[in-house]
């Protein structure tokens, strides 16, 4: 692992290098009191475009391009900023990635290849190929510039609106470890993460990442085999603690955003207002809550 500190001003010096090619997402106030950062607004769909710039960016990229491994919105975010820059991108997914996802990684003009059920198989392929090519390896979450990409959403948002508590949702722990690097503590950070892939509550019980079910209709996002060794102290100090929601919970939500504020989220996107819309959250009388909705790269739906 390279030795590059994942802190605040880590990240604010990223951002000046990777602001000129990124949105700065717009947040939408909810009438409870809520306030929506609309990160599923980022290019390629996801709040993974700023870590994959940022990756590009910071890092000497060969003639042989980049390679990653994703569930599918990663993948779609080293493609866009691939393509941006004018370098080949190599992209693995497992099977359980979603036709929208894939659509956007082909039509970004990267080199798809679909193999495995789970993120692990594809990150494993990914991996092999990596070995015998000069390609510049991207990782998901457990790569410094991915985590400082990545909390340049967590700055934004601070500048955006005063709040009491962030929930974000953890699959590897990019999102949150990056965010939780953002605030440094001057606010409550909550995990939120699908019952069928506890990743970082299974991590914060053992005291250390360890292997986790994946079986959530959030997978291709939030179904890693493990959470990121990078990011784990940074959640150790910083994640106020974490909590599990059903596939049911994060399938209403989806649909509650729909109709609260016209907002399509994929259910990984999805996740972190899923902890509210359950009642598993519950805000204190006052309390200023931040929710980031991390991503839409889901096909047309009918709620």
């Known amino acids: 692992m390279r030795t590059v500190d994942v802190d605040r001003a880590g990240i604010e010096r990223t951002y000046e290098v990777i602001g ?14 809520v306030t929506l950062k609309l990160e599923y607004l980022q290019h390629s769909g996801s709040f993974k475009a700023r870590g994959a710039m940022a990756n590009l960016l910071l890092r000497e990229v060969p003639a042989a391009g980049v390679v ?28 359980i990635s979603s036709p929208a996802k894939l659509a956007r990684i082909r039509g970004y003009g990267a080199q798809l290849v679909v193999v495995g059920e789970r993120y692990a198989d594809a990150l494993a392929a ?3 190929w990596a070995a015998t090519s000069d390609a510049l390896r991207v ?14 959403a967590g700055l934004e948002l ?9 929930l974000v949702s953890v699959g590897g722990g990019g999102l949150i470890g990056g965010v ?23 991590a914060l ?24 060794r990078l990011m784990f102290p940074i959640a150790q100090d910083y994640v106020d603690h974490v ?34 819309r359950s009642g598993r959250y519950r805000p204190a009388p006052g309390e200023r809550v931040g929710v980031i909705v991390s991503g839409a790269n889901t096909t047309a739906v009918t709620f």
């Open 139 to 152: 990782h998901a979450f457990d790569a410094p510039e991915t985590l400082l990409g990545a909390g340049s």
């Open 243 to 276: 909590l599990l929601v059903t596939d049911e919970d994060i399938l209403d939500a989806q649909r509650a955003l729909w109709e609260l504020a016209r907002v399509v989220a994929e259910p990984g996107g999805a996740t972190a207002f899923a902890a509210l």
């Open 180 to 202: 939780c690097a953002a605030y440094a503590g001057s606010v409550r950070i909550v995990g939120v993460e699908p019952t069928g892939a506890p990743t970082l509550t299974a």
């Open 126 to 128: 990914s991996q092999q």
């Open 20 to 33: 000129p090619h990124v949105r700065r997402t717009p947040v939408l106030a909810l009438s409870s009191g």
């Open 68 to 95: 990653a491994a994703s569930g599918g919105n990663h993948g779609s975010a080293v493609a866009w900023a691939a393509q941006q820059l004018g370098v080949p991108a190599r992209i693995y997914v497992p099977t």
């Open 205 to 228: 019980q053992a005291g250390e990442p360890v292997d986790a079910q994946a079986d959530s209709v959030a997978a291709d996002s939030l179904a890693p085999r493990q959470v990121g």
């Open 158 to 166: 601070a500048q955006q609106a005063e709040l009491d508590t962030v």
